[in-house]
């Protein structure tokens, strides 16, 4: 099975960048969609996006869409999420996923740990 381990979190001041990393071991990487997720203190998990198995499809919030980009490479058994102009209310641990791309929590078995992202305003 796949264990995803994310990385590149951080504190940056609004409007800065990021970007984070998922390398995923123990299994056929290009088998698996992979997703994002983050967690705000005192709020469910939210869906912040995916990228199908050859990185064909991808998906986004609504709240990240035109700022945020996820991408892949099957050859490092990596996906990486850009985050550009960021705002506060990005702040949240973001965990990395694997299982079939889309937007839903359910379609995800293998769970990072999450790495922490703080946006200062």
């Known amino acids: 099975q796949v264990q995803p381990v994310e990385s590149g979190g951080g504190l940056v001041q609004a409007g800065g960048s990021l970007r984070l990393s998922c390398a995923a071991s123990?299994?056929?990487?290009?088998?698996?969609?992979m997703g994002w997720f983050r967690q705000a203190p005192g709020k469910e998990r939210e869906f912040v996006a995916a990228?199908?198995?050859?990185?064909?499809?991808?998906y986004y919030a609504d709240s990240v869409k035109g700022r945020f980009s996820i991408s892949r490479d099957n050859a490092k058994n990596t996906v990486y999420l850009q985050m550009n102009s960021l705002k506060p209310e990005d702040t949240a641990v973001y965990f990395c996923?694997?299982?079939?791309?889309?937007?839903?929590?359910?379609?995800?078995?293998?769970w990072g740990q999450g790495t922490q992202v703080t946006v200062s305003s």
């Open positions: 123990g299994g056929t990487f290009s088998m698996y969609g």
């Open positions: 990228i199908s198995r050859f990185g064909r499809n991808t």
């Open positions: 996923a694997a299982g079939d791309a889309g937007r839903s929590i359910s379609l995800y078995s293998y």
